[in-house]
C-alpha cells in the first residue's frame, strides 16, 4: 500500500472504513450493499475493526474476506474495547498513516446504506468541502417513514436546532453516523483528544466549525431494524450539550479545552476599538502631538492610530520588525531584561498596554523605568492588565478551575496575575504615584460581535463596574507618575545647587 495521498492510476484513494460492534448478523449484508462500481472508479480498501466485540464479528468478517479474495478487505480487532468514538480514531489514524485522500464511516450494523457511498464522497472532489454528512432530517417524513422511534425524532431535532443556536451552525442533523471526510482535514484537526464515547461525532463536528471548514450534507434514507442501540440517549444527549457549550466557552475565553485548540499559531494581535476598552481609554487619554513610548508594542496596530493625532511614536518589542510606517523609531528590546538605551524622560507619555502581565519580572520593568527618568520631566504612564477577580473568574475558582487558555484573562502566556490591590502595592513600591484608577469592561463585541447585545452588555458591565470595580472590572487601568530615585534625585539636586549657587553669585556681582 503507499503511504503518499493523491491519486493513484488515475484514482482517488479512498477507505471504507466499518466500525462493528456485536454486528455478525448484518456485516455481511453491509458488505454486499457496497456498490462494485466504486472498486472501480477508486483505489480503495475496505477497513472493519470490530471493537472487542462479544459474539463472532470478527470471525464473520474474516470468513467473508476468505470468500472474496478480490476485495481489498482488512479486518482487525481491537483486544480492549475502544468504544464508539475511540474506534473512529483509530480509523482515522489508519487514514491518514496510509495516505487516503478520502474515508467514509460506515457503520457494521446496516442502520446507514452503503448504496449512498458514492454520493457521500462526491462532495469532497471539489475541495470546496472537507466533511459530508449523510443527514436522515432533510427530508423529516422520510425518517418516521423510516422507522425512527418518535422519542428519537423529536430529540433529534431538540438537540440539533441547540447545538446550531450554541455553535452558531446550519446543520439539519448533528447525530448521523453516516460521514465522509477529507483525510486532509482529518489530518488538521486534533479529533484523538475527543471522547471515545458517542459524542465523539458532535466534537469533531465543533472542530470542523472551528477550523472553518466547510460540511456539506446530502439526504439518506433512514433504516432502523433489528440491530442493538448501544447508546444511553439521556447521558448522550448531556455529553453532547456540555461539548457544545465548553466549546463556545472557549471561544470566548472564559474555559480551556485543548480539543478546541484548532489554531496553534499566534493570536493576531488586534485593537479594540468602537466601544470602551482600554485601548480606547488610552488613546483618549493621550493628547495629540504628544511624544510617545510604547513598550510591547506588538505589530503597531495602537502606533497607527496614535499617528493620527500627530504622535511621535517610539516602539520597542523583543522581535524583529519590518519596516513598519506606523512607527517613528522602533527599537528590539526585551522587556524581561531592560537595557534599552532610551532617555525615558525625553517622553510625554508611556506605554503599557496589556504587557506588565507577560513580564518575569514587573517589579524590575518599572523599577527601571523610573530609574531612567529626570526629576524634571515625569511621563505619564498609562498602564492595563487583566483583572484576575473579575467575578467569572471567580465562578471558575469556585468551581474548582483554573482554565488557561490562548487568550482572556488567563491568557497561557500571561506569567503575573494581578487584582486592583495586588496591581497599587506593585506600583507604590516600585515608586509611582496612582493619578487614576478605572475598571474596565469585558470586550463583549469581540466575542459576540459590535451588535445591539454587545452594547448592551458593555452598558449593564459599566453600571456594575459602578457598584464594585473589583469585582466586574474584566481589566484594569491605572495612570501613573514616577518619582525619581534617590540617586537621580541627588543629581539633580546638585545640579539644582550648582545652578542657585551661580545666580546668587552673578546676583552678589551684579549689586
Same mark, same amino acid.
Given at each position: 500500500?503507499?503511504?503518499?495521498?493523491?491519486?493513484?492510476?488515475?484514482?482517488?484513494?479512498?477507505?471504507?472504513?466499518?466500525?462493528?460492534?456485536?454486528?455478525?448478523?448484518?456485516?455481511?449484508?453491509?458488505?454486499?450493499?457496497?456498490?462494485?462500481?466504486?472498486?472501480?472508479?477508486?483505489?480503495?480498501?475496505?477497513?472493519?475493526?470490530?471493537?472487542?466485540?462479544?459474539?463472532?464479528?470478527?470471525?464473520?468478517?474474516?470468513?467473508?474476506?476468505?470468500?472474496?479474495?478480490?476485495?481489498?478487505?482488512?479486518?482487525?480487532?481491537?483486544?480492549?474495547?475502544?468504544?464508539?468514538?475511540?474506534?473512529?480514531?483509530?480509523?482515522?489514524?489508519?487514514?491518514?498513516?496510509?495516505?487516503?485522500?478520502?474515508?467514509?464511516?460506515?457503520?457494521?450494523?446496516?442502520?446507514?446504506?452503503?448504496?449512498?457511498?458514492?454520493?457521500?464522497?462526491?462532495?469532497?472532489?471539489?475541495?470546496?468541502?472537507?466533511?459530508?454528512?449523510?443527514?436522515?432530517?432533510?427530508?423529516?417524513?422520510?425518517?418516521?417513514?423510516?422507522?425512527?422511534?418518535?422519542?428519537?425524532?423529536?430529540?433529534?431535532?431538540?438537540?440539533?436546532?441547540?447545538?446550531?443556536?450554541?455553535?452558531?451552525?446550519?446543520?439539519?442533523?448533528?447525530?448521523?453516523?453516516?460521514?465522509?471526510?477529507?483525510?486532509?482535514?482529518?489530518?488538521?484537526?486534533?479529533?484523538?483528544?475527543?471522547?471515545?464515547?458517542?459524542?465523539?461525532?458532535?466534537?469533531?463536528?465543533?472542530?470542523?466549525?472551528?477550523?472553518?471548514?466547510?460540511?456539506?450534507?446530502?439526504?439518506?434514507?433512514?433504516?432502523?431494524?433489528?440491530?442493538?442501540?448501544?447508546?444511553?440517549?439521556?447521558?448522550?444527549?448531556?455529553?453532547?450539550?456540555?461539548?457544545?457549550?465548553?466549546?463556545?466557552?472557549?471561544?470566548?475565553?472564559?474555559?480551556?479545552?485543548?480539543?478546541?485548540?484548532?489554531?496553534?499559531?499566534?493570536?493576531?494581535?488586534?485593537?479594540?476599538?468602537?466601544?470602551?476598552?482600554?485601548?480606547?481609554?488610552?488613546?483618549?487619554?493621550?493628547?495629540?502631538?504628544?511624544?510617545?513610548?510604547?513598550?510591547?508594542?506588538?505589530?503597531?496596530?495602537?502606533?497607527?492610530?496614535?499617528?493620527?493625532?500627530?504622535?511621535? /511614536?517610539?516602539?520597542?518589542?523583543?522581535?524583529? %520588525?519590518?519596516?513598519?510606517? =506606523? !512607527? +517613528?523609531?522602533?527599537? #528590539? &528590546?526585551? @522587556?524581561?531584561?531592560?537595557?534599552?538605551?532610551?532617555?525615558?524622560?525625553?517622553?510625554?507619555?508611556?506605554?503599557?498596554?496589556?504587557?506588565?502581565?507577560?513580564?518575569?519580572?514587573?517589579?524590575?520593568?518599572?523599577?527601571?523605568?523610573?530609574?531612567?527618568?529626570?526629576?524634571?520631566?515625569?511621563?505619564?504612564?498609562?498602564?492595563?492588565?487583566?483583572? /484576575?477577580?473579575?467575578?467569572?473568574?471567580?465562578? %471558575?475558582?469556585?468551581?474548582? =478551575? !483554573? +482554565?488557561?487558555?490562548? #487568550? &482572556?484573562? @488567563?491568557?497561557?502566556?500571561?506569567?503575573?496575575?494581578?487584582?486592583?490591590?495586588?496591581?497599587?502595592?506593585?506600583?507604590?513600591?516600585?515608586?509611582?504615584?496612582?493619578?487614576?484608577?478605572?475598571?474596565?469592561?469585558?470586550?463583549?463585541?469581540?466575542?459576540?460581535?459590535?451588535?445591539?447585545?454587545?452594547?448592551?452588555?458593555?452598558?449593564?458591565?459599566?453600571?456594575?463596574?459602578?457598584?464594585?470595580?473589583?469585582?466586574?472590572?474584566?481589566?484594569?487601568?491605572?495612570?501613573?507618575?514616577?518619582?525619581?530615585?534617590?540617586?537621580?534625585?541627588?543629581?539633580?539636586?546638585?545640579?539644582?545647587?550648582?545652578?542657585?549657587?551661580?545666580?546668587?553669585?552673578?546676583?552678589?556681582?551684579?549689586?
Amino acid at each position: 500500500m503507499s503511504g503518499r495521498g493523491g491519486q493513484h492510476n488515475g484514482r482517488d484513494r479512498l477507505l471504507i472504513f466499518v466500525v462493528a460492534y456485536n454486528a455478525e448478523k448484518h456485516i455481511s449484508k453491509v458488505l454486499d450493499r457496497i456498490p462494485r462500481s466504486i472498486f472501480v472508479d477508486y483505489d480503495y480498501e475496505i477497513l472493519i475493526i470490530d471493537d472487542h466485540s462479544a459474539d463472532r464479528t470478527f470471525e464473520v468478517a474474516r470468513e467473508y474476506r476468505r470468500s472474496n479474495p478480490d476485495l481489498n478487505l482488512t479486518v482487525l480487532f481491537n483486544p480492549d474495547n475502544q468504544g464508539y468514538g475511540g474506534n473512529q480514531k483509530l480509523g482515522y489514524r489508519y487514514a491518514i498513516i496510509n495516505g487516503f485522500d478520502y474515508v467514509v464511516l460506515l457503520h457494521g450494523d446496516g442502520q446507514y446504506a452503503p448504496e449512498y457511498l458514492e454520493k457521500m464522497v462526491e462532495p469532497l472532489k471539489d475541495g470546496h468541502h472537507q466533511a459530508v454528512f449523510g443527514s436522515r432530517m432533510l427530508r423529516k417524513k422520510d425518517a418516521l417513514k423510516g422507522g425512527m422511534p418518535l422519542y428519537k425524532f423529536v430529540g433529534n431535532i431538540i438537540l440539533t436546532r441547540l447545538q446550531n443556536f450554541i455553535l452558531g451552525a446550519g446543520l439539519s442533523e448533528f447525530h448521523s453516523g453516516y460521514r465522509a471526510y477529507s483525510v486532509d482535514a482529518l489530518s488538521r484537526l486534533p479529533f484523538e483528544r475527543n471522547s471515545n464515547d458517542f459524542d465523539f461525532d458532535t466534537q469533531i463536528i465543533i472542530q470542523l466549525l472551528l477550523a472553518r471548514m466547510k460540511i456539506a450534507e446530502i439526504p439518506i434514507p433512514t433504516f432502523y431494524g433489528d440491530e442493538i442501540c448501544h447508546v444511553n440517549g439521556i447521558k448522550y444527549a448531556w455529553n453532547v450539550l456540555v461539548a457544545s457549550v465548553q466549546s463556545k466557552l472557549h471561544r470566548l475565553n472564559l474555559f480551556y479545552k485543548m480539543e478546541y485548540d484548532i489554531d496553534s499559531g499566534k493570536i493576531p494581535y488586534t485593537l479594540k476599538l468602537g466601544y470602551t476598552s482600554s485601548h480606547t481609554m488610552a488613546l483618549d487619554r493621550v493628547p495629540d502631538n504628544s511624544k510617545v513610548l510604547d513598550l510591547g508594542a506588538g505589530p503597531g496596530l495602537m502606533a497607527g492610530e496614535l499617528l493620527k493625532k500627530g504622535c511621535v /511614536i517610539t516602539g520597542l518589542d523583543m522581535y524583529d %520588525q519590518e519596516e513598519n510606517i =506606523n !512607527f +517613528n523609531k522602533y527599537i #528590539k &528590546g526585551n @522587556l524581561n531584561a531592560p537595557d534599552f538605551k532610551i532617555k525615558i524622560g525625553d517622553y510625554d507619555l508611556i506605554l503599557l498596554l496589556d504587557v506588565i502581565e507577560h513580564v518575569d519580572d514587573p517589579e524590575l520593568l518599572m523599577d527601571y523605568i523610573r530609574k531612567h527618568i529626570h526629576p524634571s520631566r515625569k511621563p505619564l504612564v498609562i498602564l492595563t492588565t487583566p483583572n /484576575i477577580a473579575f467575578f467569572i473568574t471567580r465562578l %471558575q475558582l469556585f468551581f474548582g =478551575n !483554573f +482554565n488557561y487558555g490562548k #487568550k &482572556g484573562i @488567563l491568557d497561557r502566556t500571561h506569567k503575573r496575575l494581578f487584582t486592583f490591590g495586588t496591581l497599587k502595592k506593585l506600583c507604590k513600591q516600585t515608586g509611582f504615584k496612582i493619578r487614576k484608577t478605572r475598571g474596565i469592561p469585558a470586550p463583549y463585541p469581540e466575542a459576540i460581535g459590535k451588535n445591539w447585545i454587545s452594547r448592551f452588555l458593555i452598558a449593564v458591565n459599566k453600571g456594575l463596574i459602578r457598584i464594585s470595580k473589583r469585582l466586574f472590572s474584566y481589566q484594569i487601568y491605572m495612570e501613573l507618575e514616577p518619582t525619581p530615585v534617590v540617586e537621580n534625585l541627588l543629581k539633580y539636586s546638585i545640579e539644582h545647587s550648582r545652578e542657585k549657587a551661580e545666580e546668587i553669585r552673578d546676583s552678589e556681582i551684579a549689586n
